[in-house]
């Protein structure tokens, strides 16, 4: 169970049940989070994984966990993230 974005997002199994992700209210809730706090921009470049690599190894990205393990987040959210998928794994699958 996630809790940010104000309320707790519970991740599901859905379809065959082999795919995760939060229901309708629970979309709705983090898209208007990421509305409100979330940035995104884009730049076209030659080699853009070159590119991801030097900015992930710059920036603090703390939800990126993608060759992020210098940040101090990273184990913290990956284990989070095991977690939410173990818990929504024991759910019934959800409509």
């Known amino acids: 169970m996630v809790r940010r974005c104000g309320s707790a997002l519970r991740l599901r199994r859905v379809g065959s049940g082999k795919r995760?992700?939060?229901g309708k209210a629970e979309e709705a809730t983090l898209s208007r989070w990421m509305a409100e706090n979330a940035r995104v921009c884009w730049i076209e470049h030659a080699e853009p994984g070159a590119?991801?690599?030097e900015l992930i190894s710059q920036l603090d990205l703390p939800l990126n966990l993608d060759q992020n393990r210098h940040n101090a987040f990273h184990d913290h959210l990956k284990k989070l993230?095991?977690?939410a998928r173990q818990q929504a794994r024991a759910l019934p699958?959800?409509?």
């Open 20 to 22: 995760l992700t939060f």
């Open 51 to 53: 590119l991801e690599s």
């Open 93 to 95: 699958i959800s409509a």
């Open 81 to 83: 993230r095991a977690q």
